[in-house]
């Protein structure tokens, strides 16, 4: 069974402070994206990765930042986290095929920053 | 990407059709059109997708126009457990993947 996994649940962060956002999947899969979700806004891609060490911004890149290391594993960032960025965080990883492919999602991440 | 629009809401009633349509106008010749779906609370799940042809699976019906500028979502006898967003997508992957663009969706409410 696919799996990709979001390593919390629920997060509450200080305004100012260095959050992580991880995501692993265990499906060989070459792309990874994180997305944000908003009520009234919908889904909204921050970063995607299509290869270790790559990287591609999204719509909303800014105050973030992304890691890959290594091919399962893709990191989020909030660098300096505000209470702006307070929103339900979505991971997804798809393989890397042209054509048509099925993008596989974690169960998301609440993050409240106060 | 092409940008979709979708009605922002629908209801339906248990037991019948639900029909949600999907506005892609600008689709390009290479573009498939997906369809997801986000129960409260979960991850966005796939449930179909077409190119030219419609498409048909153990979840639903995928129905693409001849000009291929809207399709419609049909979930044939909708369920309380249908009650969803759903979101359509026209994309294509290119050799950097597929960045999957979501938009906000239409908040399907099936009704007992």
């Known amino acids: 069974d696919v799996k990709v996994t979001q390593s919390s649940r629920y997060l509450v962060k200080r305004t100012g402070e260095k959050v992580f956002l991880e995501c692993v999947q265990d499906?060989?899969?070459?792309?990874m994206f994180w997305y944000r979700q908003d009520p009234g806004l919908g889904l909204r891609l921050i970063y995607f990765s299509y290869d270790v060490k790559m990287k591609e911004k999204g719509d909303i890149p800014e105050g973030y930042s992304v890691s890959r290391e290594k091919k399962e594993r893709f990191s989020l960032i909030l660098e300096s986290a505000s209470t702006n960025q307070t929103s339900m965080y979505l991971c997804?990883?798809?393989?890397?095929?042209?054509?048509?492919?099925?993008?596989?999602f974690g169960q998301g991440t609440r993050l409240t920053v106060v | 990407d092409a940008k979709t629009t979708q009605p922002t809401s629908m209801d339906c009633a248990e037991g019948r059709a639900a029909n949600l349509p999907c506005n892609h106008s600008t689709i390009s010749g290479n573009e498939y059109v997906y369809w997801y779906r986000q129960i409260h609370s979960q991850g966005p799940q796939y449930i179909i997708h077409?190119?030219?042809n419609n498409e048909t699976n153990e979840m639903a019906s995928l129905i693409i126009t001849e000009d291929r500028k809207s399709s419609t979502l049909i979930l044939p006898h909708a369920t309380l457990r249908d009650t969803a967003v759903y979101y359509c997508?026209?994309?294509?992957?290119?050799?950097?993947?597929?960045?999957?663009?979501f938009g906000t969706g239409t908040s399907l409410t099936v009704i007992p």
């Open positions: 997508i026209a994309s294509y992957a290119l050799n950097t993947g597929n960045q999957f663009y």
């Open positions: 499906m060989d899969h070459e792309n």
């Open positions: 997804a990883s798809s393989t890397g095929d042209r054509g048509w492919t099925e993008a596989f």
């Open positions: 077409g190119l030219k």
